[in-house]
């Protein structure tokens, strides 16, 4: 079918929007018309090489939309469905099997490997320009940056009809990692302090989170001070300043020491340093923000030894299909408002919504990409 979608022509290349073809749903798969994609922060270091997609290609891994299709053998969706795309696994391999397909051992592949993972097409795009010239498909086992998705049945979370599927999208990944950090990996226990590294999407989804959470003290550290200001709105106890003052100490201060949790959302390395050195013994560190590809980082060795724990967390860690259902409920009860981050731009104004995010004037931009089913 005739597809309308932005592609990425080469590396740091622009987004064109342009007419493609893509496959009818084969064997396990389903056809989504998307409503709405988000876009995150790992399609822009992904267009600049950060992940090693090949290009031409079509990326977006934040989609929401119907079902139109479906393939042969697939019973877990069916046409009509509301459904987000979530997270592409390969459901065999060991950590697929033990309830982690955020960390499925295929993950690479699944994410940017071009193609299908799975199936009888297993390594083949689904998408062509007229000339029939290859274009790569499946980022994150969907490329949604496009009015219809090819995408595995079994990824799709299937959402409440009456949910606003138009702002959805970014609980697969960008909302879904923020909260799940907090809900999935640090549990925080009663009374403990958090402190949240870089009050963007991602950070302030984990604000929000941790307001739903036992801790006490949570502490919002960010440069701009109009995020602060949303920090303190989401449920942050205190924030920091860090252009001007140093958050490291500023912690200390607040919890009269170190924080039990941090969470780095920014992926700037001095500043996972700054997060490591903010919780002490027992603590947890968790790496969230992605950094340039080859990034390494330092950390004291002494301190570390004393019980500290330094986690990353991909995608939220858990299940989409626990997750996003529980944010949307969450959202319906006006206990996660991670609306108030969404501003929403036409597929032709991709660029523009990129460069409204690299400039700080919006926090989740979202593309409307067909009209939302009535
Ligand atoms: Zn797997
Ligand atoms: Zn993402």
Not at 39 to 64: K, N, S, Y
Not at 146 to 165: E, F, I, K, Q, R
Not at 255 to 282: F, K, N, W, Y
């Amino acid at each position: 079918m005739r597809v309308t979608a932005a592609v990425v022509d080469e590396l740091g290349g622009p987004f064109h929007v342009e007419e493609l073809d893509l496959d009818e749903p084969g064997p396990g798969e389903a056809l989504v018309r998307v409503v709405a994609s988000g876009i995150c922060h790992t399609d822009t270091i992904t267009r600049h090489g950060d992940l090693p997609m090949p290009f031409p290609a079509v990326l977006g891994h934040e989609g929401a939309g119907e079902v139109v299709a479906v393939g042969d053998g697939v019973t877990s969706v069916r046409p009509g469905d509301h459904v987000v795309i979530g997270w592409p696994s390969c459901g065999t391999c060991r950590n697929c099997r033990d309830g982690e397909p955020r960390y499925c051992a295929r993950l690479g592949e699944a994410l940017c490997g071009g193609g299908r993972l799975l199936g009888p097409r297993a390594g083949q795009s689904a998408l062509r320009r007229p000339d029939g010239s290859q274009v790569h498909s499946h980022f994150f086992g969907q490329s949604s940056f496009s009015t219809h998705a090819l995408t595995w049945a079994d990824a799709l979370v299937v959402v409440p009809s009456d949910a606003p599927l138009e702002l959805l999208g970014p609980l697969a990944c960008g909302i879904a990692t923020g909260a799940g950090a907090v809900l999935n990996t640090v549990k925080p226990a009663p009374g403990s302090s958090l402190v949240i590294y870089g009050a963007g999407a991602v950070g302030l989804a984990a604000v929000m989170a941790a307001r739903l959470s036992p801790a006490t003290k949570i502490i919002a550290v960010d440069r701009h001070p109009s995020r602060l200001e949303l920090a303190m709105e989401f449920g942050a106890t205190h924030t920091i300043d860090a252009s001007q003052a140093d958050p490291v100490a500023e912690v200390h201060r607040i919890c009269d020491g170190p924080a039990d949790h941090a969470l780095e959302c920014t992926g700037v390395i001095p500043v996972v340093r700054q997060a490591a050195d903010s919780v002490g013994m027992l603590g947890t560190c968790v790496l969230i923000g992605g950094a340039p590809a080859g990034a390494e980082f330092a950390l004291d060795h002494l301190t570390t030894l004393w019980g500290k724990r330094i986690v990353g967390t991909l995608g939220g860690s858990g299940r989409s299909e626990t997750l996003i259902p529980t944010l949307i409920e969450l959202h319906r009860q006006g206990r996660f408002p991670f609306d108030r981050l969404v501003r929403f731009y036409d597929l032709a104004d991709i660029e523009t919504a990129l460069q409204d995010s690299h400039r700080g004037e919006v926090l989740k931009p979202v593309l409307r990409l067909t009209s939302s089913p009535s």
